[in-house]
């Protein structure tokens, strides 16, 4: 079965420009998750949708919001983008009926800011 | 101080060494623990999960939690050179979701 998609695979932005990107879960997944990857910070948990529903967030800025349409694919957006926001963004699925296992990711999009 | 601490290594083994991997955590709450493995340019792909205390073997893997030291270790037998990649333990709650608190991955070099 076809696995977690992120599109685009890299973006390259300019500060103060906005990006969303795009996640299409595992099929049968509603639980969507969404992870900002950093050399110095490491995994940092964004948000989690389940049936286009915010259920849980981290600790980021307002910025930085996302959503799940009832297909179950979700976008994550970014305004007003900074250099720091500069980081791999991973989308990762869960199957509620299995809260013993763990996500599956995708391959991720990487965001420069420029 | 981080809710997960993993060292970040690198560390480096010649083939067929044992490599202990290990990670401790401060919120007594988290009742499901896993390990995931990271190849350069991948997402992270689930390695071995345990629920609450105890120890699971999978192949050359071996996963062990010990919840009154908070503290959580991943063995890796006959390690092989595939076997570098990052090594990252996670956590998380046994209800409300599955947002999952991670270490920072610990980077292993397994040289042959």
């Known amino acids: 079965k076809a696995g977690v998609t992120q599109t685009p695979r890299y973006l390259i932005k300019t500060r103060g420009q906005q990006v969303t990107l795009s996640c299409s879960p595992i099929?049968?997944?509603?639980?969507v998750s969404w992870y900002q990857q950093t050399p110095g910070q490491g995994l940092q948990f964004l948000f989690e949708y389940f049936s286009e529903t915010q259920r849980n967030k981290g600790n980021f800025p307002g910025r930085f919001s996302g959503r799940q349409f009832s297909n179950s694919r979700s976008e994550m957006n970014v305004s007003t983008l900074e250099l720091g926001d500069s980081a791999l963004y991973l989308c990762a699925s869960s199957l509620e009926a299995e809260l013993h296992y763990g996500y599956t990711f995708g391959s991720g999009t990487r965001l420069t800011v420029v | 101080q981080k809710e997960v601490e993993q060292d970040p290594g690198p560390l480096s083994v010649p083939e067929g060494a044992i490599v202990s991997l290990n990670c401790t955590y401060s919120?007594?709450?988290?009742?499901?623990f896993m390990w995931y493995r990271q190849y350069s340019r991948k997402g992270p792909e689930l390695l071995m999960y345990t629920y609450s205390s105890g120890n699971k073997e999978d192949g050359r893997f071996t996963a062990q939690v010990d919840k009154s030291s908070k503290y959580i270790s991943l063995f890796i037998r006959d390690s092989q050179p595939s076997d570098s990649a990052t090594y990252l333990c996670a956590m998380r709650l046994a209800t409300g979701g599955f947002k999952t608190i991670f270490g920072a991955g610990t980077r292993l070099f397994v040289k042959a």
């Open positions: 919120n007594s709450a988290f009742q499901y």
């Open positions: 099929s049968g997944h509603r639980s």
